[in-house]
């Protein structure tokens, strides 16, 4: 369920007009929030799912999402289409995809079993 909060939270602040907010001064700061936001949406589903062919799946279906939302920024008078976000989103949700080969794969679980074991103790 919270993946699914998750897409929706990209959905919107990616599709509806949000103030500018400066939490961030530098240069591609925009690439590093794309980056990110694909980071942690492979990385929260591929968790998730343990096989290969799923993974592929899911990899597939977020750099399907970031062009989706893309193109759909391009339709609206006050978002723009942008070829260097959908690579920053690609290359995030690659990171992800390729780190679930790491001990990255089950941090949610780890995470689940500690705050079991603190509230348990």
């Not at 920053?88 to 001990?103: K, V």
Request: hydrophobic share 55%; charged share 15%; proline share 1%.
């Amino acid at each position: 369920m919270l993946g699914v909060i998750y897409i929706g939270i990209i959905l919107a602040g990616s599709l509806l007009k949000v103030p500018d907010v400066d939490i961030m001064s530098f240069a591609y700061r925009d690439k590093l929030i794309h980056f990110a936001l694909y980071f942690f949406l492979v990385g929260w589903f591929v968790q998730l799912y343990k096989k290969t062919s799923s993974r592929i799946v899911i990899l597939a279906g977020a750099i399907l999402l970031g062009m989706l939302i893309e193109y759909l920024q391009g339709m609206t008078a006050y978002r723009s289409f942008d070829y260097f976000d959908e690579i920053a989103n690609t290359i995030g949700a690659i990171c992800a995809f390729l780190l679930a080969r790491t001990s990255f794969d089950s941090i949610l679980a780890k995470l689940d079993v500690r705050i079991y074991h603190l509230h348990h103790s």
